[in-house]
């Protein structure tokens, strides 16, 4: 038992949700007036409600793609964790002082899988606390950290899955009307700013920090 506690020292990163979890829910929690970030090109997004599907995949992409590197790459595991913990702070620090909300669902008709999907994520999740969109950001960090990932980068089938699940993920957030075009587009250019400082620059030396496995 201690030498599996002391291979995988590392899960001391997920006590992160001890803040996280109390600071996103006491958030959705106000009672306040938020800021509708619709715009134009929302009105013209069509409502797909199959695209219900690649939004609840992203629960299977980040945890698979943060267990999978939890168990075999403690380094890119580290930098993907960084990536999108520091994202996910960003985003609540956002939503603190410039609450926002999308709500322009549509009126959910009929009974199939998907549109009953629909309905409960309606239900389960406010559309408020939207800008930047953390299903975006975290969808685009987990395709960065397979794609950058010593042992499986120079596949390019990896590099394919991980770019359709992010670029599906992305669309779907639009297409069942959760979010809008401007959170995907805030999401998209604060992971850039985060891919440069992790993957690029570095500036927290995870590469000489953690020693190889």
Known sequence: MKRF????????????????????FG???????????YIGIDAMTPFISWFIYPYIYWFLFVAGTIGY???THRRDFYKCVAFLFIGMT????IFT????????RP??????????????????????????????????????????????SHHQTIKIFAIVSAVMITLS???????????????????VILYILIYKADIFQIEKRVSPE
């Open 5 to 24: 506690l002391y291979r995988y020292r590392h899960a001391w990163v997920f006590t992160y949700f001890i803040i996280y979890l109390p600071w996103y």
């Open 27 to 37: 958030l959705q929690l106000r009672e306040i007036s938020f800021h509708d970030v």
């Open 69 to 71: 590197l939890f168990f």
């Open 90 to 93: 960003i985003c609540l620090i």
């Open 97 to 104: 002082v410039y609450p926002t909300s999308f709500d322009h």
């Open 107 to 152: 009126v959910i008709e009929g009974q199939s899988l998907s549109m009953n999907l629909v309905q409960f994520i309606y239900q389960a999740d406010k559309s408020q606390n939207v800008f930047p969109s953390i299903h975006v950001y975290n969808s685009i960090g987990c395709a960065i950290a397979l794609m950058k990932c010593q042992n499986i």
């Open 173 to 191: 957030t639009m297409f069942i009307k959760q979010h809008s075009f401007l959170d995907a587009v805030g999401a998209s250019l604060l992971a």
